[in-house]
Every structure is written in structure tokens, then in C-alpha cells.
């Protein structure tokens, strides 16, 4: 999220080598806040737990302290996920969600946690990742004015590890082995592509049995997506970062025309790979809507957003969902 550069427009860059295949201090614990049930009553919200058994692979990357401020999350060097379970109705279905933040910083509320209260609404497991950053993944160096790749990609890392980790404890979180999906906002989007398609190898070494379970989701959500041009060969080419091809999971993608930050150059690319390798592909693209937006609002602070039919994204996820096979005529 708030990137100060366009994807698609020329612009001097001068990246590192593309496509890469701790400290001591504890960090700040999110303050909790409390999940309204199925029947209008507030209960404890659920607990992070951590998402590596034992050393965090490149831990030194990430130093400072771990901090939460009106919304946002910076330093994080422990990656963890909350799972959000629904209180009936449960589809079967999980959805890993992946806040914004340009890969320097984390949208936790706006495109996390209220997202995974939704998601649980309507009877889908939601887990927040709260993913390494800052410079986890292709990201805005400000001391050249400029797009680079990660020293390590971090974020992949912990993308192919929580995907697996749910996979893991599908049993116990009443959960359909093949119906564990991606779901993200902004650099989270192009998280969501890059988990979808590099998954059949992992990005760190191997540290237990989780890591032999399949990181590839079963489908992917993204939207208003970055870096998708990124290490691009032509105007509508992708970011060669990410392989698509045909074992890519269907994906539904959503943004506004009139994406300040970034330009719908980037979805448009990803579609035109998806579609060239026969994906099945859902597109939606809006007059109005700006950049950042959630549920009920904008980090843009859009004058009357919920009046602007993008606002009714949340209703389209949920037929997108049924028409995949996802959550309609479960086998309980």
C-alpha cells in the first residue's frame, strides 16, 4: 500500500538481480480486540501463534522493535497467523489473508483483521498472516527512487509456510484439505500471485514435516495488486517473477480504474498471463474506488465510499466462491 511510484510508467530504475528463489528484542503483541459471534456477543478474539517451529529463516533481516500504530504494523522479524473460525455454518473452506503495505509495513485492521471477521461471517475460516517486513518483497527503496527485489523473499517464506501450517492442522480446524485459498490487498495481491505460483519449490530450506506438505492454495483472491510489472518485458507482460502457467489455482481479481498508487496496468497484466494459460479467471474492474479500501471504508477516506458499487465486493467473493465449487454442497 502507498507506493510513490506507478508500476507500467517508465521511471529510472536500478534493481537488484531479480527473482531470489532475530533480533533479541521481543516484539509489541497487537492490542487485542474483541469478535462479535454469530449471535451478537463479544468474545476474546483469537491468539497469534507463531508459524515457525524453531529458527526463523533469515531472521537476521529484520531488526527494530516490532510496532502497532493506527492500523499499521511495522518491524516484524516473528511471523505469525490468527485464526478466525467461524462461530456456525462452517463451509469448510480457508482463506489466508494478506494485508497491504507496500512489503515495508502491514495494513493489520483495515485489510486484516476485519477481513477475517468477515470471512468467519460467512462461514469461512479466516487466518491473518502477519507477514516479515519491511523489505520482504519487491518494494519502494527511497534512497534511490526506486523498485527492488528482497535481499531474501521473506514474504514468500512465510506466504508457503502458513499455506502449509493450515494444511497441517486442517483436521482439527475443521477444514477441507482442498479448500485452503489466498487472499490479498496490494503488495498482499501480488503476495497472493507470487504463493500461486511459485510454490512447487520452497523458498528457505526445509526445518520439519510441515514443509513436506503442499504450499499451492487452491485459489487466490487479489486485489488492487502491486509489482506486478516489475522485471516485466513489455507493457502488458508480467513480472517474470511470477510464473504463471496452467496449474495456477483460479483466481478473482478486483480493483478501481482510479487506483492512485497502483494503476490497473497491474491486474491487467496478471489476467492477460491467467488467461493465455487457460486459468480460470474472474475480473473485476470499477469506475471509483481509489486504493486501500476494506469492507466499509478507505485509508483514502473516499467521501461516501460504501454508495459506490465497489463497495459490494464482499458479495461478489461469496458467489465467486459458490460458482468454483468452494463453498456450495460440502460432504460433511
Same mark, same amino acid.
Given at each position: 500500500?502507498?507506493?510513490?511510484?506507478?508500476?507500467?510508467?517508465?521511471? =529510472?530504475?536500478?534493481?537488484?538481480?531479480? %527473482?531470489?528463489?532475530?533480533?533479541?528484542?521481543?516484539?509489541?503483541?497487537?492490542?487485542?480486540?474483541?469478535?462479535?459471534?454469530?449471535?451478537?456477543?463479544?468474545?476474546?478474539?483469537?491468539?497469534?501463534?507463531?508459524?515457525?517451529?524453531?529458527?526463523?529463516? *533469515?531472521?537476521?533481516?529484520?531488526?527494530?522493535?516490532?510496532?502497532?500504530?493506527?492500523?499499521?504494523?511495522? /518491524?516484524?522479524?516473528?511471523?505469525?497467523?490468527?485464526?478466525?473460525?467461524?462461530?456456525?455454518?462452517?463451509?469448510?473452506?480457508?482463506?489466508?489473508?494478506?494485508?497491504?503495505?507496500?512489503?515495508?509495513?502491514?495494513? !493489520?485492521?483495515?485489510?486484516?483483521?476485519?477481513? %477475517?471477521?468477515?470471512?468467519?461471517?460467512?462461514?469461512?475460516?479466516?487466518?491473518?498472516?502477519?507477514?516479515?517486513?519491511?523489505?520482504?518483497?519487491?518494494?519502494?527503496?527511497?534512497?534511490?527512487?526506486?523498485?527492488?527485489?528482497?535481499?531474501?523473499?521473506?514474504?514468500?517464506?512465510?506466504?508457503?509456510?502458513?499455506?502449509?501450517?493450515?494444511?497441517? /492442522?486442517?483436521?482439527?480446524?475443521?477444514? *477441507?484439505?482442498?479448500? !485452503?485459498?489466498?487472499?490479498?490487498?496490494?503488495?498482499?495481491?501480488?503476495?497472493?500471485?507470487?504463493?500461486?505460483?511459485?510454490?512447487?519449490?520452497?523458498?528457505?530450506?526445509?526445518? *520439519?514435516?510441515?514443509?513436506?506438505?503442499?504450499?499451492?492454495? *487452491?485459489?487466490?483472491?487479489?486485489?488492487?495488486?502491486?509489482?506486478?510489472?516489475?522485471?516485466?518485458?513489455?507493457?502488458?507482460?508480467?513480472?517474470?517473477? =511470477?510464473?504463471?502457467?496452467?496449474?495456477?489455482?483460479?483466481?478473482?481479481?478486483?480493483?478501481?480504474?482510479?487506483?492512485?498508487?497502483?494503476? !490497473?496496468?497491474?491486474?491487467?497484466?496478471?489476467?492477460?498471463? =491467467?488467461?493465455?494459460?487457460?486459468?480460470?479467471?474472474?475480473?473485476?474492474?470499477?469506475?471509483?474506488?481509489?486504493?486501500?479500501?476494506?469492507?466499509?471504508?478507505?485509508?483514502?477516506?473516499?467521501?461516501?465510499?460504501?454508495? =459506490?458499487?465497489? +463497495?459490494?465486493?464482499?458479495?461478489?467473493?461469496?458467489?465467486?466462491?459458490?460458482? !468454483?465449487?468452494?463453498? +456450495?454442497?460440502?460432504?460433511?
Amino acid at each position: 500500500m502507498l507506493y510513490p511510484f506507478r508500476n507500467g510508467v517508465a521511471v =529510472l530504475v536500478f534493481a537488484l538481480a531479480g %527473482c531470489q528463489s532475530n533480533t533479541d528484542q521481543s516484539p509489541k503483541t497487537i492490542p487485542p480486540q474483541s469478535v462479535t459471534d454469530s449471535s451478537g456477543l463479544n468474545k476474546p478474539a483469537p491468539t497469534e501463534q507463531p508459524i515457525w517451529s524453531a529458527v526463523v529463516p *533469515d531472521s537476521s533481516l529484520v531488526t527494530g522493535i516490532e510496532t502497532y500504530n493506527d492500523g499499521m504494523v511495522r /518491524n516484524v522479524s516473528k511471523p505469525t497467523i490468527t485464526v478466525y473460525a467461524p462461530d456456525s455454518n462452517n463451509t469448510g473452506v480457508a482463506v489466508l489473508v494478506f494485508p497491504g503495505g507496500g512489503y515495508n509495513k502491514l495494513a !493489520i485492521d483495515l485489510e486484516g483483521r476485519e477481513i %477475517c471477521q468477515w470471512l468467519a461471517s460467512v462461514g469461512v475460516t479466516g487466518v491473518l498472516l502477519k507477514y516479515r517486513v519491511p523489505a520482504s518483497g519487491p518494494h519502494y527503496d527511497a534512497a534511490c527512487h526506486c523498485e527492488k527485489d528482497p535481499v531474501k523473499p521473506m514474504a514468500l517464506q512465510d506466504a508457503q509456510r502458513a499455506v502449509a501450517l493450515v494444511r497441517s /492442522n486442517a483436521a482439527a480446524w475443521n477444514i *477441507d484439505l482442498d479448500k !485452503i485459498g489466498v487472499m490479498g490487498f496490494s503488495a498482499g495481491g501480488h503476495l497472493v500471485a507470487d504463493v500461486s505460483t511459485n510454490y512447487r519449490h520452497r523458498a528457505y530450506a526445509p526445518v *520439519d514435516p510441515i514443509d513436506e506438505i503442499s504450499c499451492r492454495p *487452491d485459489f487466490g483472491i487479489v486485489f488492487f495488486p502491486g509489482h506486478m510489472g516489475f522485471h516485466a518485458s513489455g507493457p502488458y507482460a508480467l513480472n517474470r517473477c =511470477l510464473p504463471v502457467d496452467k496449474q495456477t489455482p483460479p483466481m478473482f481479481i478486483l480493483q478501481a480504474g482510479n487506483d492512485p498508487v497502483d494503476s !490497473i496496468q497491474n491486474s491487467l497484466r496478471y489476467y492477460i498471463a =491467467l488467461k493465455k494459460a487457460g486459468v480460470s479467471t474472474e475480473y473485476h474492474i470499477y469506475d471509483e474506488g481509489g486504493h486501500a479500501f476494506g469492507l466499509h471504508k478507505t485509508a483514502m477516506n473516499i467521501p461516501d465510499f460504501n454508495e =459506490l458499487p465497489i +463497495a459490494d465486493w464482499p458479495v461478489l467473493v461469496e458467489r465467486w466462491l459458490r460458482t !468454483i465449487g468452494m463453498t +456450495a454442497d460440502r460432504k460433511r
